[in-house]
């Protein structure tokens, strides 16, 4: 098996493919390197799809004055690009550590995904699954103070590292979580320091933990 036939077996669109699938799709593949902060995807880019293979992306579209609003972080098995929506697409896709992504052609892709049923219905679940939580996220900024959006926020960047406390990565600083709220750098500092100060979150080293059942109630 090729190192690239095996990162592509890791991909959990592609776990349970026979190895002759794989080797098929892997002949469509292109697989790059890109460094932190290095561009991926921006408008007008055309006729490509993506998935994370390792690191993690993240999409943002700029406003009318120019301040960069992220939509959501994608991590390893992720898709993204020109996913056939009508229009120019006004979504750029960055990565935000050192990251490998695969690409290819999109008439491909999709006759790839009409041939095998078995990623059509996992895609449909993997997409499905990213705009309910943009629906969601768009319905807590119109409804929801400050102070509710950036806890709801923790709690679904948290990653489950007992049964009793979750862990927000030091890779999102204070001004990415802002970018994804749209709110002010300085309103998410003094936040977190308000839940620090009452024992909600502890700080180790540049990452946060916490009990979720003590931030849920704050949510509402």
């Known amino acids: 098996m090729t190192k690239n036939l095996w990162y592509i077996q890791q991909l959990d669109l592609f776990k349970e493919l026979t190895k002759e699938k794989l080797r098929q799709i892997e002949s469509l593949i292109l697989m790059k390197e890109y460094g932190k902060r290095e561009v991926i995807f921006e408008p007008g880019d055309k006729d490509k799809v993506f998935i994370v293979k390792t690191g993690q992306v993240e999409l943002y579209q700029l406003s009318p004055t120019g301040k960069k609003v992220i939509i959501e972080r994608l991590l390893p098995g992720s898709i993204f690009g020109d996913l056939g929506t009508e229009g120019e697409s006004e979504t750029f896709v960055e990565a935000t550590t050192n990251s490998y992504v695969c690409s290819l052609q999109k008439d491909k892709f999709f006759t790839m995904i009409s041939q095998y049923q078995e990623l059509s219905e996992k895609l449909m679940k993997q997409l499905f699954h990213r705009l309910l939580k943009v629906e969601k ?12 959006r950036l806890v709801k926020l923790l709690l679904s960047l948290g990653k489950k590292k007992s049964d009793d406390y979750m862990e927000v990565s030091e890779k999102f600083t204070h001004e990415q979580l802002a970018q994804m709220l749209g709110i002010s750098r300085q309103t998410v500092t003094t936040i977190i320091n308000q839940l620090e100060r009452k024992g909600l979150i502890t700080r180790i080293q540049k990452s946060l933990q916490f009990t979720p ?8």
């Open 137 to 148: 996220r768009m319905s807590s900024v119109a409804t929801d103070s400050a102070f509710q």
């Open 213 to 220: 059942s003590k931030l849920e109630p704050l949510t509402s």
